[in-house]
């Protein structure tokens, strides 16, 4: 069964850092562009991330950039998410998933069922 599993999150004070991992059943991951998403509360879904499938090109929203960094293991099928100088407005749920090209993954038009995500609460 395809599912895709976040781990990493935590609560953090403004400043701090986090690293955030996800994992995929199978090859779920194989050719495919990767996001990490996040969801703040009463909010939409929206990309903070993008790699594309062979990690050459990595594309960040403007909240982000400077501050994260995404990479992604091809043979363990993980990507991951290191963010640091954490913020207030960084708090919500963080998940990740696949798309056909980074274009696909910055509209968030998604391979794969969203996984349960994780909490990534900073406080100041």
């Known amino acids: 069964q395809e599912r895709l599993v976040e781990s990493g999150g935590g609560s953090v004070l403004a400043g701090g850092s986090l690293g955030l991992s996800c994992t995929a059943t199978g090859r779920m991951f194989s050719g495919y562009a990767l996001g990490w998403y996040r969801q703040a509360p009463g909010k939409e879904r929206e990309v903070v991330a993008a790699?594309?499938?062979?990690?050459?090109?990595?594309d960040y929203s403007d909240s982000v950039k400077g501050r994260v960094t995404i990479s992604r293991d091809n043979a363990k099928q993980m990507v991951y998410l290191q963010m640091s100088s954490l913020k207030s407005d960084d708090t919500g749920l963080y998940y990740c998933?696949?798309?056909?090209?980074?274009?696909?993954?910055?509209?968030?038009?998604?391979?794969?069922?969203w996984g349960q995500g994780t909490q990534v609460t900073v406080s100041s």
């Open positions: 790699i594309s499938w062979n990690g050459a090109t990595t």
């Open positions: 998933n696949a798309a056909p090209s980074l274009g696909h993954v910055k509209s968030v038009s998604v391979r794969y069922p």
